[in-house]
């Protein structure tokens, strides 16, 4: 049975960083994608950042600058926030794509920017 563990949030204020982790188990196949989706109350889940098995990055406009995310091995994905703003309040969902096209999510993790 796969699993991602998504892990890092917490209580920051505007300006500050936090950075996300993820991991992932259980899997007999490799995964081509991996990244993060969040998901502010009263709104629709949206994509933050993914990479994909080649390293290739996509951002979402607003965190462009600010965000990074990277990838060790096959089965790890990390999401460096700086710059921290209030609208960035989330919960954060660790996402992942293996080769068979079986999407699968984390538990989410809540990001919470405020003074």
């Known amino acids: 049975q796969v699993q991602l563990v998504d892990s890092g949030g917490g209580l920051v204020q505007p300006g500050g960083s936090l950075r996300l982790s993820c991991v992932a188990s259980g899997s007999i196949f490799s995964f081509n994608t991996m990244g993060w989706y969040r998901q502010a109350v009263g709104k629709e889940r949206e994509l933050v950042a993914v990479?994909?098995?080649?390293?290739?990055k996509l951002y979402a406009d607003s965190v462009k600058g600010r965000f990074t995310i990277s990838r060790d091995d096959s089965d790890l994905v990390y999401l460096q926030m700086n710059s921290l703003k209030p609208e960035d309040t989330a919960v954060y969902y660790c996402t992942a794509v293996s080769t068979m096209a079986n999407r699968y999510w984390g538990q989410g993790t809540q990001v919470t920017v405020s003074s």
């Open positions: 990479v994909t098995s080649d390293r290739t």
